[in-house]
């Protein structure tokens, strides 16, 4: 049987290794994740199952840790590509220490686009492949006025730039074999932000949310949302009060509200 072969980020725990366990049995495999000592053992279960399983250990909010995964990625023989590593970084901005900007955004924002720009001309050439990144619900938050949400105004940005460069990245491939998805959690039971989902009674299991990643790549879905029931009608409303911004706001002539009375 010939066997894909899968490079998934933040592989060693949460969501990327449960969409690890899910392919393990007919994917070859590329695991990448900072804490090398958790990767091997990791690795060493998904062996027994039949699976080659490369570790790579990289801290991707770090140039040096995206080079060494694009330098990967540029051998061409990835066909799927999981851009799952992230941090949240929750908290007011003013709280949060100037070097750590540039870190969360570069782990959040910029590593899944270079990732990608690495991977795609192997998956083009051989004229297969596929693409998910991980996003969030959070990057529909910006307007949220919720006590209960998180301080996440880095997050909430890079994860917004990952969703508009995947569905844009989606038109751009239309009309070549390779797929695309965005998945976006809400609140998912694993060790992120010090495991507080654990203790969140609406949390998905991380099992269920690779899964229904998986089951939406096979359907055709750019976007995932594994606990939207009618997905297609949100997705509806949401690409027309797109179009409605986008073609309403671009005018030769101010709004009424912006001109000068008898203008």
């Known amino acids: ?67 060494a995964v694009t330098g990967r990625l540029a051998a061409g023989d990835v066909r799927l590509l999981i851009s799952n ?50 996003a969030s619900l959070l990057a529909f938050s910006g307007g949220l006025a919720d006590s209960r949400a998180p301080r996440r105004t880095l997050y909430a ?6 969703v508009a460069f995947t569905r844009t990245l989606a038109g751009e491939l239309a009309d070549t074999p390779i797929r695309t998805q965005v998945l976006l959690p809400g609140v998912v039971a694993t060790e992120w932000n010090q495991g507080a989902g654990h203790h969140i009674p609406w949390a998905m299991t991380p099992q269920d949310v690779a899964s229904a990643s998986l089951v939406g790549l096979r359907l055709g879905e750019t ?14 409303a949401l690409l027309t009060a797109e179009s409605a911004l986008l073609t309403g706001g671009n005018q030769p002539t101010l709004a009424a509200r912006y001109r000068t009375p008898g203008a």
């Open 223 to 236: 976007v995932c949302a594994p606990g939207l029931e009618d997905q297609a009608a949100a997705l509806d």
């Open 85 to 134: 590593a992230g941090a949240g970084g929750y908290a007011p901005l003013v709280d949060v220490d100037p070097d750590d900007v540039d870190r969360l955004l570069t782990l959040n924002a910029v590593a899944p686009v270079r990732l990608v720009r690495a991977a795609l001309p192997g998956m083009l050439a051989a004229g297969e492949g596929a693409i998910i990144t991980v």
């Open 1 to 67: 049987m010939t066997r894909t072969m899968a490079l998934i980020t933040g592989a060693s725990s949460g969501i990327g290794a449960e969409y690890a366990r899910l392919l393990a049995d007919d994917h070859d495999l590329v695991l990448v994740a900072r804490r090398a000592d958790r990767l091997g053992d990791f690795a060493e279960g998904l062996r027994a199952r039949g699976a080659a399983v490369e570790v790579l250990p990289a801290d991707l909010g770090t140039h040096d840790g995206i080079t």
């Open 157 to 162: 940005a890079a994860k917004a730039a990952t």
